[in-house]
């Protein structure tokens, strides 16, 4: 018996059932992908609140917003991809419960798809900056996540010669903004509460390397500051942003990058635990018959030295988690692999691709082991209580990956030392 209502038999999807995938962006697509190409019969709705199909999100910040690539050249799957999968697109359409026993979806149309499989991989949100609910792009404030966010970006910052952009945050998303908008022409300016940008991430030392990135670009970065609000400019174009101490910096747009939250909201009755995202065990099961992948999913990471309940926002983990979530279903809890990748991730700013493999803090110990910060080429390897913990490049692609079996294995840091002395 399958279906809803079925007895947990911890045994996969029947070949012939029903998966219903809600989010339909990359870690939805990868899922559905695979299930196909593991031999999956049955039928997979494919639920997504944006009317595209599936596309990059990588591409906003640099070259969408930049006006190098046309939109379409960010697309993960086109109609005749989705149509050689047989996905039945249920697009534009908003996912506003889950009833984990009846295995079902319930839509903001009033609908409900009943299904042997769910998985959860809607994403996360750009978190708001408070006191700013009243203000919209029209008014020219932004949040940057989706397609329609990047092309009314765009639009913002070319409508005037030199316009003035300032971007809150100076996280990964907010330094590429900053750094596209530079090359576009546009004056900006960067806000920073920290006193060294990502230094939460990647600590001081390649902290500072970053902010030196955008002075040298001719992007202001402003650091330790805290912002009071943002409003409309009062019968002038663009919008004031109050700072503490009484300073007001004028702009024709805002870009908010503080950071996202998980798009957990239309669980809240699910009865799933949700703590920063949604929790799952270490195959990436919420509750029998129910996966969740991507930036919206918090797994037991199990890896070499130890395990830890972690979410992490970046595209190949994302891509990786739709893979893990589509096979895990096909193999029930019982069977399925644990998840347990080496995080990747990467950042394209000011002329440069960062690369990072494994999983910093900003209170690791970090060494540079080849090149330097002077020559903006190096790789820097990150360590905690004796053990390598990530690794990131500047310029040195090879070199980087060439770590990724340390970070597998749990290399300990003197290995990590030795292998890099090596290399
Ligand atoms: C501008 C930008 C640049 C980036 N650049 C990089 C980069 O350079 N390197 C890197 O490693 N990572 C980058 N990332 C991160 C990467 O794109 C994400 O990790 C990835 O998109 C996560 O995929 P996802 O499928 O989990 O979620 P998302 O891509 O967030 O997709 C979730 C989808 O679910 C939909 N949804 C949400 N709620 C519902 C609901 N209730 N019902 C139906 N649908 C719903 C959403 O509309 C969305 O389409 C970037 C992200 C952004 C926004």
């Given at each position: 018996m399958t279906g809803p209502g079925a007895p947990s038999s911890g045994r996969g999807l029947p070949i012939e059932g029903t998966v219903v995938v809600v989010g339909a962006s990359l870690a939805g697509w990868r899922c559905v992908e695979t299930l196909r190409s593991e031999g999956f019969e049955g039928t997979i709705s494919l639920v997504g609140e944006?009317?595209?199909l599936p596309y990059d999100?990588?591409?906003?910040?640099k070259q969408v917003l930049a006006g190098?690539?046309?939109?379409?050249?960010?697309?993960?799957?086109?109609k005749r991809r989705s149509s050689e999968l047989r996905v039945h697109e249920v697009l534009g359409r908003r996912a506003v419960g889950l009833d984990v026993a009846g295995r079902s979806v319930a839509l903001d149309d009033g609908t409900t798809l009943v299904a042997d499989g769910i998985v959860i991989a809607t994403g996360a949100t750009p978190r708001r900056l408070p006191g700013?609910?009243?203000?919209t792009e029209r008014d020219g404030l932004f949040t940057l996540r989706t397609l329609d966010d990047a092309l009314a970006l765009r639009a913002a910052v070319t409508a005037s010669e030199a316009a003035r952009v300032v971007v809150i945050g100076a996280g990964f998303i907010g330094a590429e903004v900053a750094s596209t908008c530079a090359a576009l022409g546009c004056r900006v300016t960067v806000l920073e509460a920290?006193?060294?940008?990502l230094r939460t991430v990647l600590g001081p030392m390649l902290g500072e390397h970053c902010a030196s990135l955008h002075g040298a670009h001719g992007v202001e970065l402003r650091t330790s500051v805290a912002v009071q609000g943002v409003r409309r400019a009062g019968g002038r174009r663009g919008l004031v942003v109050d700072l503490a101490g009484g300073e007001v910096l004028e702009a024709d747009a805002v870009v908010v990058g503080i950071g996202v939250v998980p798009c957990v909201g239309w669980l809240e009755e699910s009865g799933l635990t949700l703590e920063n995202g949604v929790v799952c065990d270490d195959r990436l099961f919420a509750a029998d018959g129910v996966a969740a992948a991507g930036d919206v999913a918090r797994w037991l990471w199990r890896h070499p030295d130890g395990e830890e309940l972690i979410r992490i926002e970046h595209w190949q983990v994302a891509a990786e988690a739709g893979v893990a979530a589509g096979r895990a279903l096909l193999a029930g809890r019982a069977d399925a692999a644990p998840f347990s990748p080496v995080p990747y991730f990467w950042s394209d700013q000011f002329g440069i691709r960062f690369q990072v493999l494994g999983n910093p803090r900003g209170d690791d110990e970090v060494q540079l082991v080849d090149g330097s910060l002077e020559e903006g080429k190096f790789v820097a390897v990150f360590g905690r209580a004796g053990r390598l913990r990530a690794v990131m490049a500047i310029g040195r692609p090879r070199q980087l990956m060439g770590f990724r079996p340390l970070l597998q294995a749990g290399a300990s840091w003197v290995e990590a030392l030795a292998h890099a002395a090596g290399s």
């Open positions: 944006e009317r595209h999100r990588p591409p906003l910040s190098t690539w046309p939109p379409e050249k960010a697309v993960l799957a086109d700013t609910e009243a203000l920290l006193d060294i940008p």
